[in-house]
């Protein structure tokens, strides 16, 4: 007996997706939802690059004392570039400057804490 059969066989013309690109809008979506709602539990752990990494055998106090440094530096830095500038822009300098200031003062009083100079 031949069975009649379309040649290629016909496909279901209904589709939940009005365009391509709501297919792929769909696709995304449920990606993010999947990225959320279902965290992958094998995900490797991130190590840090070595580029920039501090020891890890320093001590506090050297820390501090860099950390005092680099604070003192920013803030002539940044009293220093008030200078070329004027208006909003230089308050808005002068108060990152008075920022640093006060972290500074406040690293100062934490190596004094840890070494007190008697």
Request: glycine letters at 0%.
């Given at each position: 007996m031949f069975k009649a059969t379309p040649n290629p066989p016909g496909t279901d013309t209904v589709s939940p997706y009005a365009s391509p690109d709501s297919k792929k809008l769909h696709e995304a979506a449920d990606r993010a939802l999947d990225h959320?709602?279902?965290?992958h539990e094998d995900?490797?752990?991130?190590k840090p690059r070595t580029m920039f990494v501090i020891a890890p055998d320093i001590d506090?106090?050297?820390?501090l004392a860099h950390a005092c440094e680099s604070l003192?530096?920013?803030?002539?830095?940044?009293?220093?570039f008030a200078v070329f500038v004027e208006g909003p822009q230089r308050s808005m300098l002068l108060g990152?400057?008075?920022?640093?200031m006060l972290a500074d003062l406040?690293?100062?009083?934490?190596?004094?804490?840890?070494?007190?100079?008697a």
């Open positions: 959320y709602l279902n965290p995900i490797p752990e991130r506090t106090e050297s820390l003192a530096s920013a803030s002539v830095m940044a009293s220093d990152i400057q008075q920022v640093i406040a690293v100062n009083r934490a190596l004094d804490n840890i070494d007190p100079q």
